[in-house]
């Protein structure tokens, strides 16, 4: 599975006083099994991009392929590249409507015709996928769940459909830090587990520098940056301007720089950066 962009444009209002040009000539490559970042303000052409991923918005010029299909060719099938692609946009859980956890992860696989036992089987994968306890909480409501547990049933009915593709909209906006580390632990393990594309969508730069293996920042519809995190995170003036930071880690290592620490590498993470700092200080002690 790869997916390839080619000069993708897309105008929002075309022909009125409010014609908006999205996408200006977006082009990138992703490889199976890889997880992407895809930062950028408020605006900047995010998801109006990946909505073109999987036919939802059929862009003004350029292409797309998934797999080696051109998926904005006249005529191409998008029902099966559908079923192939997850995508949840922003607080999934608001979509959250059946009687019981199982029944709402079951909608998916139960819609393509699959027998009760090959549903069953599903339903249990991706609740564990996703970080559920299959016995206390399939036959629960799941509007009595607390918020990091109805957006972990969200994803879980898209684990269902078995994607190639997921892709995922700020998937830890709004909900508390132990929630947020759950769900980013959860891509981890999807990833692990199925080696699956994964794009995930993130204002949140330490989310990119603890999961991605390559980021693209997008800017006025256009990307800007594109590379390994520490490539993109070295850029630090640059993302500033764009009105994006630096990681955490990355930020308090660039300060403590200024003031005279001699810390050797990038490290991008907390984890990362509590070594870093140790190796320094042990060096700084060990000088004659």
Same mark, same amino acid.
């Given at each position: 599975?790869?997916?390839?962009?080619?000069?993708?444009?897309?105008?929002? &209002? +075309?022909g009125t006083p409010y014609e908006t040009r999205a996408l200006d000539g977006v082009s990138m490559e992703i490889e199976d099994g890889e997880l992407i970042g895809l930062a950028g303000h408020t605006?900047?052409?995010?998801?109006?991009?990946?909505?073109?991923?999987? $036919?939802?918005?059929?862009?003004?010029?350029?292409?797309?392929?998934?797999?080696?299909?051109? %998926?904005?060719?006249? &005529? @191409?099938? !998008?029902?099966?590249?559908?079923?192939?692609?997850?995508?949840?946009?922003?607080?999934?859980?608001?979509? !959250?409507? *059946?009687?019981?956890?199982?029944?709402?992860?079951?909608?998916?696989?139960?819609?393509?015709?699959?027998?009760? @036992? *090959?549903?069953?089987?599903?339903?249990? +994968?991706?609740?564990?996928?996703?970080?559920?306890?299959?016995?206390?909480? @399939?036959?629960?409501?799941?509007?009595?769940?607390?918020?990091?547990?109805?957006?972990?049933? @969200?994803?879980?009915?898209?684990?269902?459909?078995?994607?190639?593709?997921?892709?995922?909209?700020?998937?830890?906006? &709004?909900?508390?830090?132990?929630?947020?580390?759950?769900?980013?632990?959860?891509?981890?393990?999807?990833?692990?587990?199925?080696?699956?594309?994964? %794009?995930?969508?993130?204002?949140?730069?330490?989310?990119?520098?603890?999961?991605?293996?390559?980021?693209?920042?997008? *800017?006025?519809?256009? %990307?800007? !940056?594109?590379?390994?995190?520490?490539?993109?995170?070295?850029?630090?003036?640059?993302?500033?301007?764009?009105?994006? &930071?630096?990681?955490?880690?990355? $930020?308090?290592?660039?300060?403590?720089?200024?003031?005279?620490? +001699?810390?050797? $590498?990038?490290?991008?993470?907390?984890?990362?950066?509590? !070594?870093?700092?140790?190796?320094?200080?042990?060096?700084?002690?060990?000088?004659?």
């Amino acid at each position: 599975m790869s997916i390839r962009v080619e000069d993708l444009v897309y105008v929002y &209002g +075309e022909g009125t006083p409010y014609e908006t040009r999205a996408l200006d000539g977006v082009s990138m490559e992703i490889e199976d099994g890889e997880l992407i970042g895809l930062a950028g303000h408020t605006g900047s052409g995010k998801s109006t991009l990946v909505q073109h991923l999987n $036919g939802i918005l059929r862009p003004k010029s350029g292409r797309v392929f998934v797999d080696g299909s051109e %998926i904005t060719a006249r &005529g @191409a099938k !998008l029902t099966g590249l559908r079923r192939r692609i997850g995508l949840l946009f922003q607080y999934p859980e608001y979509q !959250l409507f *059946e009687e019981t956890v199982y029944k709402d992860v079951a909608f998916g696989p139960s819609n393509l015709g699959l027998s009760e @036992a *090959e549903t069953d089987q599903r339903v249990r +994968e991706a609740m564990f996928l996703a970080g559920l306890d299959f016995e206390s909480a @399939a036959q629960r409501s799941p509007f009595e769940l607390s918020g990091g547990q109805k957006r972990k049933a @969200a994803i879980a009915g898209v684990l269902a459909m078995r994607p190639d593709i997921l892709i995922l909209d700020e998937p830890t906006a &709004g909900l508390d830090p132990k929630s947020q580390s759950d769900i980013l632990r959860m891509l981890g393990n999807i990833r692990k587990s199925r080696g699956i594309i994964i %794009i995930l969508i993130s204002h949140n730069m330490d989310d990119m520098a603890r999961l991605a293996d390559r980021i693209f920042v997008m *800017e006025k519809g256009r %990307i800007e !940056l594109s590379g390994p995190p520490e490539d993109v995170f070295s850029r630090g003036a640059e993302l500033r301007g764009m009105g994006l &930071g630096l990681p955490e880690a990355a $930020g308090m290592i660039d300060m403590m720089r200024d003031r005279g620490a +001699e810390i050797e $590498g990038r490290p991008l993470t907390l984890d990362a950066a509590e !070594l870093a700092i140790d190796r320094y200080l042990r060096s700084k002690r060990a000088r004659p």
